[in-house]
């Protein structure tokens, strides 16, 4: 057995492809500066993806956008590695990330006793799936002049693109649907270099009795298609009382492949007289892969207790995934650190934020939040890696300024977790490995700017207003044409001169 286990062991933590959080990555507008307690708020363009029905609301229509920057991300492992003379823990960071919310909502139809139109359509781009990171890392063995190096890399992106409708069936509860294409691309690859054996050879012809190398690249690039759809109901219970419920089913499947490749050489040399011997391997294939979308329903409350405070509570429950591989394959594929099971649990979630506003023009924006994993248990003994099983807590603090009807509201979420990962325990002797059971904890720092809400919606304002002014002045130009015209008609009718403005 060689370093290079070593070095695979101390990146562990970045290379995982880890969709077992739901909560991970902000999303929408005025819902993260509220930690995502948005399904019983849902007033504006992001409520397509936390309640399609709040586009009904009044008030929702314009544009929305949000951007949020992954700007610090710390992942420490517990024993990552554990031979016979010693212990070694391993810390990784993770590189910048922008995943990001754009939507936008059209009101029509007829109006209602509050004059508020009684249809919306939008349409929202998002990404709920947004990460990227990857280590280099050089082991080196100084007594034997050996060096081991390895590279893990993995890029998780899924970007959800969605057409929404809402009705107002009455003046306290709408309704309203979202369909999404889901297109995913995750991509994991392990790349190592090794160079083990045993004792400096005489010149000639120099080199090492014994001494091997191996390079190999194993590669996943995973495609995935679905259809997602999400319903919400929300209802107005009392003036300063609002509930909704939001509904995803399960994700439908439409194209899921995988492209596999595994490549590289072994040079052995084990006698110092004879030249060493190098075999290269080389594997592509293409297969079906599973990466299932769970279903989940999330439900909750708005509630005004003052007339400068909002408060929001939500509850969401996402439900299991089957276990299936990932890739459809009979042989090992992905590498060592790769879980190949989609096996995931039932998990639930909670958030509580609230708005409170300063002055007419300065806003202030808290919340907290769970992120709980919903990875399978790691076993006392595994055989076998597992995803990280870390539960998650999470905080969120905006600052909203609205100034001469631009608004922009700026801030930070923070999210800590602690739980169990998967180790290696070697024993070079022996030449044996093994996974072991250990503790892993994580620290994010998100930045975000939310695009102007409440000033696209001011846009939107002004925008319908001057088409109904241009509509009233072409219908009045209309109105006059034909006033003319019909004088002109009564007029020859009468055998009168017509006369013409």
């Known amino acids: 057995?060689?370093?290079?286990?070593?070095?695979?062991?101390?990146?562990?933590?970045?290379?995982?492809?880890?969709?077992?959080?739901?909560?991970?990555?902000?999303?929408?507008?005025?819902?993260?500066?509220?930690?995502?307690?948005?399904?019983?708020?849902?007033?504006?363009?992001?409520?397509?993806?936390?309640?399609?029905?709040?586009?009904?609301?009044?008030?929702?229509?314009?544009?929305?956008?949000?951007?949020?920057?992954?700007?610090?991300?710390?992942?420490?492992?517990?024993?990552?590695?554990?031979?016979?003379?010693?212990?070694?823990?391993?810390?990784?960071?993770r590189g910048r990330t922008v995943p990001i919310f754009i939507g936008a909502v059209l009101k029509f139809g007829p109006k209602d006793a509050l004059e508020q139109k009684k249809f919306a359509l939008g349409i929202s781009v998002l990404e709920p799936i947004f990460s990227s990171g990857g280590v280099f890392l050089k082991v080196e063995a100084v007594p034997l002049a050996l060096t081991d190096t390895y590279r893990v890399n993995d890029d998780d992106r899924a970007t959800w693109y969605g057409l929404s409708f809402a009705s107002r069936l009455n003046l306290k509860q709408s309704i309203g649907g979202s369909l999404y294409l889901s297109v995913r691309k995750l991509r994991h690859s392990e790349t190592g270099l090794t160079l083990s054996g045993g004792t400096p050879a005489p010149d000639p012809p120099g080199g090492f009795v014994g001494t091997s190398s191996a390079a190999n690249t194993q590669s996943l690039g995973f495609k995935a298609f679905h259809f997602v759809l999400r319903f919400g109901w929300l209802c107005r219970i009392k003036p300063q009382l609002q509930f909704g419920v939001m509904l995803q089913l399960p994700g439908i499947p439409l194209k899921q492949t995988v492209n596999s490749t595994s490549q590289g050489f072994v040079n052995d040399n084990d006698d110092p007289t004879v030249p060493g011997t190098t075999q290269a391997y080389f594997a592509d294939g293409k297969v079906n892969a599973n990466l299932p979308l769970p279903a989940e329903i999330e439900a909750g409350l708005e509630y005004w207790p003052a007339e400068k405070v909002m408060l929001a509570v939500d509850a969401s429950l996402n439900g299991p995934v089957r276990s299936q591989q990932r890739v459809e394959t009979s042989g090992p594929v992905g590498g060592v650190f790769f879980d190949s099971d989609t096996s995931r649990r039932v998990i639930g979630n909670v958030a509580i934020a609230g708005d409170f506003f300063i002055s007419k023009k300065v806003t202030l924006e808290a919340g907290f939040f769970t992120d709980l994993s919903s990875a399978k248990d790691v076993p006392a003994n595994p055989d076998r890696y597992y995803n990280p099983q870390i539960n998650r807590l999470g905080g969120t603090l905006s600052l909203g300024v609205n100034v001469a009807g631009v608004a922009l509201s700026v801030g930070s979420t923070f999210i800590y977790g602690k739980g169990d990962a998967t180790g290696v325990v070697t024993d070079l002797n022996n030449l044996a490995v093994d996974y072991t059971r250990t503790q892993a904890t994580s620290r994010t720092v998100y930045l975000h700017i939310t695009g102007a809400t409440r000033a696209a919606s001011d846009l939107g304002d002004k925008t319908a207003t001057g088409i109904k002014k241009r509509l009233a002045k072409k219908k009045e130009e209309t109105e006059e044409e034909e006033r003319q015209k019909r004088e002109a008609e009564e007029a020859e009718q009468n055998g009168e001169p017509a006369e013409i403005d």
């Open 1 to 93: 057995m060689s370093f290079g286990l070593a070095a695979l062991l101390l990146i562990a933590g970045e290379a995982r492809a880890d969709d077992t959080h739901y909560r991970s990555i902000p999303i929408g507008a005025h819902a993260i500066g509220l930690g995502g307690a948005f399904a019983g708020v849902a007033d504006d363009a992001s409520a397509a993806y936390f309640n399609p029905a709040g586009l009904a609301l009044d008030g929702t229509h314009g544009l929305a956008g949000g951007l949020t920057i992954n700007a610090w991300e710390r992942y420490e492992l517990d024993r990552a590695l554990t031979q016979p003379d010693g212990t070694a823990n391993a810390t990784a960071k």
